[in-house]
């Protein structure tokens, strides 16, 4: 072991004398209180007057009180993975990290092979028990809530739990024992999407909000489940356990429901306090720690018991909360931020721990502690060596609870919000987040469940550099620091006066990232006459991850923070994803008014598919879908705010919380490049640099939303900007020359990341109308449409007609652009092991073709939707043989997900599947059905070969696709019973859509790009 200065051996030397007496006198119980949602603010002795917590109060007379104390993420899930095991919520899941609220359906997410708090003490003869909330899965792969529950809380150090499975929010509306379901009858069990659904209770809107039951069937079971009696069931359940175990030493983990929203506090405890449901859930809250504390005086146990009382995460601003607000309580106190949130509201909580004759009584502790330094702590306490944790983050606390260290035990602490791109890190006085905004909750809606970022910031009276009127500046850093011991409440982002401490707090935060997958998020490189627009941000991290000094360093070895990945083994990933590309676009798909012969180059040395779709026939809905996994309609984002596509400076974006293709494959360490066409938001919180990309280089919406657009006179768009990242780095860029410039950062981005798995999406702009190309490819257009090009150069106006004879020469340049993009594969070696797809997102505008299909751009017909793909991976992919099975844009996230390693998320419906099987030809179609909207509007359903349109829900046309690609035959009247089965694929889809559907994302008072 080695001490670097005569502090640490001081301190080593008191971590030993007190392990020492500790480990010679009887075990001590340990009883750890964990609230949930349980702001800052929350109690009276951490400063609350409009509820009162007399037993907690008393807790923190008793003992010690801690005033720098942080749960390991701002959300419920991570943070309770921290607390157990001892790990930063990015290590679960073998690297590929827990971020949010687990789903209904996920399973146990702790290796029952690792060490956790509960196997702690079970190795030194403790009973142990978990009563309350788990929310951390049960079984292996996917739980289908069939009893027995298993692997779950006993495979993981608890001899016995009961409890709320997931969350009092969330269903199933059952308690689990051990293993089986509370009330289970074999002969009616539990059905995940059984119909009809098992009532349970509800509640008024001020208790905010309790998601539908999920489940059907366990009558006996729902019925029993109680909201307003849980706080006294699980107290009962906690006395008596106590009780009985009270002769031998004992660890019981009280994780509790309260103050989770709904708020449900018995009918005894309502309108007890001066701020609503929430004061009184938190009123409940405290009589539960007072019965559990009087049942350790009543059996004597008092003196020889440790108990902690601390919260999962910050408070929650829902609605609930915002009315505790407006009565005048603070629930994270005076602290910047809200549940998910990574500013110091979303995960400084309260933490007291008593322990009579241990812990001196009435005193406050500033020491840095974080809940995943528990593992170690607990070791420490029962006698066993610490120094065994390795490959933990926990650090031995024991001498802050019953000592006064002069010195911090730990300075750096990892931090977790909902978003990884913002991910943080705390080291001595400073914390650094390395995004903007909070990486929480977003929306500001009367109607909105829950608020977050900015506009709960101007809620709640926060004032922050960043912010003006509830909104992020357009100005502010790309990044924050904070300076904790001057500025606890954050008003004051200092990442520009301070560019030596972020290069170092980069560094830092880079060490974990890097190490577990989670890759930093890069600037994107700036011109260096464009320096001084980012002056005071670190261009270079050529010093490398800071290691910090073994007194604060957690239990795994240096070496594991520092030494670099392996990257070898991940394929890359590259999307070319054209504009208004028709099926018959392309030499290899029949067209004889083109020549692409790399891209038929590339078929000959991968695969045609021909039976793939995008998700809608126009531009942004169709992005949407590629990059979400999700049919748009799902996510509010088939269409713009009150036109078919997002317009220049359009309130409405992809929502700041879907996770996009970027950000899953960033988790599994890959680096991620965007060159060319956004069109997902263009206001400040939706560019592709908020949504995983690490560079951006394009534009933000198609080229001819510009001034000189044909109905100009009716949109008024303004010019067009060009961006590097966030920042417009021209206006009006000559459209001849888009598709070169977006193909040489393409080519320079895999050069730069030769080294990394990387995922390269290149959207471009072309063929959409008005065509272009650049110089080298119009050496043979005709003399007479040459003249009218250069009047056009004279009177700044685009003729489109004339340009939509461009059509071959604007396709010869994206053929040779994914040339360039495969040439660069293989000059960097990198040819056998990437997978390149090449497809468009809708059918062909004027003057492109779809032949043999019916219909164009905005058509639900086959050729608005059906588009020219090709697929290329050298020894993975077969070659020369096309494959007809549908597949869809939709399934790229899962597959590049399971290709990559990486987690799909499991809290929200995707709609994509895994099509590797059957690229490979080992399986079929995973669809049973694709489903076509124009619009917000169902129109159309494919399943098997057949297709059905509907108008306004009426079944209309039916279709044989493999007699009838061109739907020129409508047999809609001989196939009663294919038009029965269709239709029920209709029904049954529009109401998961509006079962399962998620919100886009507005902004007040948006304003277009300018530079």
Not at 884 to 900: H, I, R, S
């Amino acid at each position: 072991m080695r001490l670097t200065s005569l502090a640490q051996l001081l301190s080593f030397l008191v971590l030993l004398s007190t392990s020492a007496v500790l480990s010679a006198e009887q075990p001590p119980n340990v009883v750890l209180i964990f609230a949930d949602d349980l702001g800052y603010g929350d109690l009276g002795c951490y400063g609350a007057t409009k509820l009162q917590t007399p037993n907690i109060d008393q807790l923190a007379r008793e003992g010690r009180q801690f005033t720098d104390a942080h749960s390991a993420s701002a959300v419920c899930t991570p943070s309770r993975y921290g607390l157990l095991t001892g790990e930063y919520p990015l290590r679960a899941m073998g690297g590929k990290g827990t971020w949010g609220p687990l789903s209904t359906t996920s399973g146990l997410i702790i290796d029952t092979e690792t060490l956790t708090i509960g196997k702690v003490f079970q190795n030194k003869g403790y009973a142990t028990a978990c009563l309350g909330k788990w929310h951390l899965g049960f079984k292996q792969g996917k739980n289908d809530w069939q009893v027995p529950l298993r692997p779950g809380p006993q495979d993981v150090g608890f001899d016995h739990y009961f409890g709320v499975p997931l969350v009092n929010s969330g269903s199933p509306y059952v308690y689990v024992e051990d293993d089986t379901i509370v009330g289970y009858d074999p002969s009616d069990p539990l059905v995940y999407g059984g119909k009809p659904v098992s009532p349970t209770p509800s509640f008024p809107e001020e208790a905010s909000r309790k998601s539908p039951n999920r489940f059907g069937g366990a009558l006996k079971a729902h019925q029993i489940y109680d909201d307003e009696k849980t706080g006294t069931l699980l107290t009962e359940k906690a006395v008596k356990w106590i009780t009985e175990k009270k002769d031998k030493p004992f660890f019981l983990y009280f994780p509790t429901p309260n103050i989770h929203h709904p708020f449900t506090p018995a009918p005894r405890f309502k309108g007890t306090s001066q701020c609503g449901l929430y004061g009184d859930f938190v009123h409940e809250l405290d009589w539960m720690v007072g019965e559990i504390l009087g049942c350790l005086d009543e059996n004597g146990l008092s003196e020889n018991t440790l108990v902690i009382f601390t919260s999962d995460n910050g408070g929650m601003l829902n609605l609930a909360g915002r009315n505790a607000m407006k009565a005048g309580h603070k629930m994270n106190g005076d602290l910047l931020g809200f549940k998910f949130g990574v500013w110091e509201g979303g995960h400084r909580v309260p933490f007291i721990a008593k322990w009579p004759g241990k812990i001196e009584a009435g005193t406050q502790s500033d020491q840095l502690i974080s809940q995943v330094d528990m593992l170690a702590t607990f070791t420490a306490l029962t006698g066993q060596d610490v120094e065994t944790l390795n490959g933990k983050d926990s650090v031995n606390m024991l001498p802050a609870l019953v000592d006064d260290p002069d010195k911090p035990l730990r300075t750096e602490l990892l931090l977790a919000p909902r978003q990884p791109r913002n991910l943080a890190i705390r080291n001595g006085k400073w914390v650094y987040i390395g995004a903007r905004s909070s990486g929480g909750f977003t929306g500001s809606r009367p109607t909105d469940h829950a608020w977050g970022g900015p506009p709960a910031a101007e809620f709640a009276g926060s004032v922050n550099s960043d912010i003006e009127n509830g909104r992020l500046k357009k100005d502010a850093p790309p990044a924050q620091l904070y300076n904790l011991e001057i500025d606890l409440v954050q008003t004051t982002n200092v990442y520009r006066e301070n560019p030596e401490v972020v290069k170092e707090m980069q560094a830092r935060l880079n060490s974990y990232r890097q190490m577990e997958g989670v890759p930093r998020k890069r600037r994107p490189k700036q011109k260096p006459k464009k320096q001084a627009a980012v002056s005071g941000e670190p261009t270079a991290l050529a010093a490398g991850p800071a290691t910090p000094s073994r007194a604060h360093q957690p239990a795994a070895s240096a070496s594991r923070l520092t030494q670099q990945p392996s990257h070898n083994t991940k394929p890359n990933f590259v999307v070319v994803f054209t504009d208004d590309q028709g099926y018959a676009d392309l030499s290899c798909f029949g067209g004889e008014h083109v020549s692409t012969p790399r891209i038929d180059q590339m078929a000959a040395e991968g695969m045609k598919l021909t039976s793939f779709y995008v998700a809608a026939p126009v531009c942004t809905p169709s992005r949407a879908a590629l990059m979400t996994g999700c049919y748009p309609k799902r996510i509010d984002m088939a269409m713009g705010s009150n036109f078919g596509v997002l317009l220049a400076g359009d309130r409405k974006g992809l929502h700041p919380d879907e996770i996009t293709i970027a950000e899953v494959l960033k988790t599994a360490g890959y680096k991620t490049g965007m060159f060319g066409k956004w069109h997902l938001g263009d206001q400040p919180e939706f560019l592709p640099t908020r949504q995983g990309f690490d560079v951006f280089f394009g534009l933000p919406y198609s080229h001819d939303i510009h001034p000189f657009h044909t109905q100009q006179k009716k949109h008024q768009f303004p010019p067009l900007p060009l961006l590097e990242g966030e920042e417009v780095i021209e206006m009006d860029p000559d459209a001849d020359y888009l598709t070169r410039r977006i193909t040489e950062r393409a080519v320079d981005f895999i050069s730069a990341n030769k080294d990394h798995p990387f995922f390269l999406y290149v959207p471009h702009p072309i063929p959409h109308r008005p065509l272009h190309a650049s110089p080298p490819f119009m050496k043979n257009v005709p003399q007479p449409l040459t003249v009218k090009l250069e009047e056009e150069k004279k009177n700044g106006n685009i003729d489109y007609r004339a340009r939509d004879k461009l059509l071959r020469q604007a396709l010869s340049e994206i053929d040779w652009s994914v040339g360039q993009i495969l040439d660069a594969l293989k000059e960097n070696g990198l040819d056998d092991n990437t997978l390149v797809i090449f497809t468009s997102d809708n059918g062909p505008s004027i003057p492109g073709k779809a032949t043999p299909l019916s219909g164009k751009k905005g058509s639900t017909l086959e050729g608005g939707m059906r588009e020219p793909t090709v697929i290329r991976w050298p020894g993975k992919i077969p070659a020369g043989n096309p494959n007809a099975e549908l597949m869809t844009a939709m399934d790229l996230l899962p597959t590049f997900a399971k290709l990559a390693g990486a987690a799909i998320p499991t809290d929200r419906v995707i709609d994509g599947k895994d099509i590797w099987p059957t690229l490979i030809g080992e399986a079929r179609s995973p669809h049973e059905a694709f489903f076509y909207h124009r619009g917000n509007q169902l129109q159309a359903v494919r399943s098997g070969k057949w297709k059905l349109h509907t108008n306004n829900g009426r079944p209309t046309q039916l279709y044989d696709l493999e007699s009838d690609i061109g739907e020129k035959k409508n047999v809609i009247q001989s196939n009663p019973e294919v038009v029965q089965r269709l239709g029920r694929h209709l029904k049954a889809f529009a109401k998961d859509i509006a079962d399962n559907s998620r919100p886009a994302a507005f902004v007040d008072h948006p304003k277009p790009l300018s530079k």
